[in-house]
Structures are given as C-alpha cells and as structure tokens.
C-alpha cells in the first residue's frame, strides 16, 4: 500500500513541501533522542525503564550525623543562680541528622560524589545503595566553593554511571533527575533543560548552573542530573522553592558534569582544588559599556582592574580591555570567565582573546596559586571568636561590587555567631573606620575595644551590627 500526502487547497504545491521540510526538521532531533529508548523497549510504548535501569543502581541516598553546640543562656553559667537551679544536665551539644543524594561515579575506587552542603561537617557518613547494602562514607575531599564533596566507599560490586559532555547540553534537551527527596527513598523526575550557565544567584562563589523544571526537591541535593543516554550531565545543588516551604516550582539547578569532573579530579589527587589566579576583576560587557567603548561586540568580561605582580599584569592586560576567549572557548561575561578559571589548575597556560580599543589581540599566561591571609578573628577581639576573615577575592559574590573583608567562616554557638556574623558577609567598616583588607582589622577593632560596630553587607542587604 502506497501512502498518500493529502495538500489543503489553500496551499501551493510548493508551500506544502516546505512546510513538510520544517515538520522534518522539527521532529528529526526528538526522535533521534528517543530512538534508543523505543529499540530498548522493543516495541512497547514509549519509556524511560530501560535506561533508568542501567542508572539507578549507581544512585546513593546519603545520611549524616554531627554534633553541634548549643546557644545557652547567659545565666546557665552564673554561680550565683546555679546554686538556686540545677543547669548542669542541660546539654551543651546536640545531635542532627541530615539526608540527601550522592552518584557512584567510579566502581573499581568506589567513588562517589555529592554536594559539599550534604555532608558539611558531619562526623558519620552512611551511604545506602539502591539495593539496600550500607557503607560507611570515608571523605577524599571537599570544595565549598562549588558545592561539591568526593566520597570513597568499599568497592563491592557497585555501578557507576558515566560522565557526559555538559557543554553538548542544549536548552529543551530532555533530562532526569534522580534523588532521595524528603527521605523517601529514591525518586525519579523528568523535564527538559530550561537554561544554561545560570549564574549571579549567590549560591555559590562559582556559579554556572544548568536550569531544570524536573522536579528537584530537599534531598535531592547531590543527586544525578541524566541525559536520556543515561550519561551524568549535571549534579543536582539547589531550588527555588516556594512560600518558604522548599517544594519544587519548576525551577531546579544543577552543577555541569565538566565542572564537576573537574573538580573531581583535583579533589581526589590532592584532598583539595588548586585553583589558579589570573588577578583581574571584572564585570560584564553591557551594551551600553559595547556602545561606551566603540566596539561590536555582543559579550564578554570587561577588565576592571589588574593586581600589580599578578599573572594578568604579567600578560600586559590593563583595565578597559575586553576578554572575549579563553583558550579557544568563547567568553560571555564575567562569570563565565571566573567559572573557567576557577576549574583550572595552579601552572595551567592559558591563552586570552582579549580587545583594546577596537584592536584585537591574544596574550599568553600562567595561573599562579592565590594569596590565601586568613585572619583568626579571636585573636583579634573575643568577641569576634569564632569567625575567620580573609580578603575578598576575585570570584567572591560581592567582589567588584563593595570594598571590605569577608567572613569566610563562622563556628556555630560562637561568640561572633551569638553576635549575627555569618559565612558570606562582607565587613565594610568597623568602629566607623573602612576596611578593606586584613591588616586594617586590628588598628579598626582598637578604637574602641569594649565596643564594635561593624558595618555589613550580606547579599543586596546593608546592616549594622553592635557588638558589645
């Protein structure tokens, strides 16, 4: 039996197979997509069984246990009315527990990766594989900036799921996400790419998500994020939740495979990542700063200002120019470019397409190590005890946005937590006294020693803070 092509009248003979070339088109790449699926299932109706089968065994839910202090009352440790009441049972510490997800990405070493955030300092690690067998989770390494963590568990007959390329990812290729939601146990969702290289979210210091409405809810951090080969594409981190409840709205980030077997890679070999600093701050090329500095271009990061010494000073950038490549890979701002470098490695060559003034040239490098000066706040008052304070690096959410210090760490129940520090704010002033690096702090804190007003920004908020 021939088949036959009905034409409406309306429609010229050439019109009709036009539109049939664009149908063509249209539906060749989602079928293409599904084709191994619809061989899998050998003729069954269309499903995602076949590769979630291969998948899931290399899928762990992950369960933490720590201790943390516990804010006691100023009088629990008062003599005099210790005598009246009995304090001393009330426990300084208690116990919390916290679920999430984690991928087997090597079966012979028995890694597995998941979110730094899902085992931050926990003192057990329980991995549970879909078949039901427990391992105790020994951690490789972590990395706080990305959000990501390397675990090593016994390797007894485990599954790994593969790697893709995430730069292949397009915006309405179909994904699934694979997790252990609200400790249910393990829970499959499925949705489409909705945008890639997400980033100014203040999630993490490097940021380029990729955008998902599969459904991501709590604990599924550190799940998988599969394409419908069933190959890792991304590393399930964060939602946007709604009404304060965490449920899902259809807006789920993920961290790109590439990044995160980057990350991987170093944390394994090193128990830590060497990043390396190119010494530039930037901002994106508006069009306005395009039209501004007479140039035809469509993106790139903008040069704002070159540490003296640094590699970036060495390559002779100045400030003005427009970085529009690294290595070859195109570059669309000033996160794209933070993200990319902060990947690569202390020694690494990099090679930079950069535009002066109308005039295009490319400049050779090398990242070198960053200068880490971290400050013991404690030893500087007790009342900042607790907190350790470092420069604001290029890379840091605020920077090129506020001058001053950042908190890079705060201990829980600790005089500077007790007084409303936290990770990720940035000290602008103390005592009424700007500070913008770390040999300022002590000369602002003695000022007034027995008081310290700190002036703060924390996101797209500024407070003051009073501690006395």
Excluded at 105 to 124: L, M, S
Excluded at 441 to 447: C, E, L, P, W, Y
Aim: proline fraction near 5%; glycine fraction near 12%.
């Amino acid at each position: 039996m021939c088949s036959q092509t009905a034409v409406s009248p309306n429609i010229q003979p050439q019109w009709a197979s036009a539109l049939a070339a664009i149908a063509l088109l249209i539906w060749t790449p989602l079928l293409h997509g599904a084709a191994s699926l619809i061989a899998a299932g050998a003729g069954r109706d269309f499903t995602l069984a076949p590769m979630l089968e291969r998948v899931v065994p290399g899928v762990v839910n992950i369960s933490t246990r720590a201790r943390v202090r516990v804010q006691q009352n100023p009088l629990f440790s008062d003599p005099f009315f210790g005598r009246f009441f009995e304090f001393e049972g009330i426990p300084q510490q208690r116990e919390i527990q916290s679920m999430g997800s984690g991928v087997i990405v090597d079966a012979k070493a028995g890694y597995v990766i998941t979110n730094y955030h899902v085992i931050q300092e926990a003192e057990e690690v329980l991995v549970t594989l879909n078949d039901g067998r427990r391992f105790s989770g020994e951690l490789v390494g972590l990395d706080s900036e990305v959000d990501l963590a390397v675990l090593k568990i016994t390797p007894e007959r485990l599954t790994a799921v593969p790697f893709g390329d995430s730069s292949r990812l397009r915006v309405g290729d179909f994904v699934v996400a694979i997790g252990n939601p609200f400790g249910l146990g393990q829970t499959v969702t499925s949705g489409i790419v909705s945008a890639l290289g997400r980033s100014g979210l203040g999630i993490e210091r490097y940021e380029d998500f990729i955008q998902t409405d599969a459904s991501i809810n709590l604990g599924n951090s550190g799940g998988p994020l599969v394409n419908l080969q069933g190959e890792l594409v991304g590393l399930n981190t964060a939602i946007v939740g709604g009404s304060g409840s965490g449920g899902n709205v259809g807006i789920g980030f993920a961290i790109p495979s590439n990044m995160t077997q980057a990350i991987m890679t170093q944390l394994i070999e090193y128990g830590e990542v060497r990043r390396g600093q190119l010494g530039v701050e930037l901002q994106d090329l508006s069009p306005e700063l395009a039209q501004a500095f007479g140039l035809q271009l469509s993106g790139g990061a903008v040069v704002v200002r070159v540490q003296p010494g640094s590699p970036a000073a060495a390559a002779g950038l100045r400030a003005g120019d427009v970085v529009t490549a690294l290595n070859g890979r195109p570059i669309r701002n000033a996160s794209a470019l933070r993200n990319a470098i902060g990947i690569l490695r202390v020694g690494t060559a990099v090679t930079l397409d950069t535009v002066r003034k109308g005039r295009r040239r490319s400049v050779r490098t090398v990242l070198v190590e960053p200068e880490r000066y971290i400050l013991d706040a404690g030893q500087v008052s007790e009342r900042l005890a607790g907190a350790m304070f470092g420069p604001l690096r290029p890379g840091y959410p605020l920077a090129g946005r506020v001058e001053g210090v950042a908190v890079e760490q705060v201990e829980q129940g600790s005089p500077a937590w007790v007084a409303g520090l936290r990770q990720g704010d940035v000290i602008t002033a103390i005592n009424r006294q700007t500070v913008s690096s770390i040999a300022e702090i002590s000369a602002a804190v003695a000022r007034f020693p027995n008081r310290l007003l700190l002036n703060i920004v924390r996101g797209d908020t500024a407070l003051f803070l009073v501690i006395r």
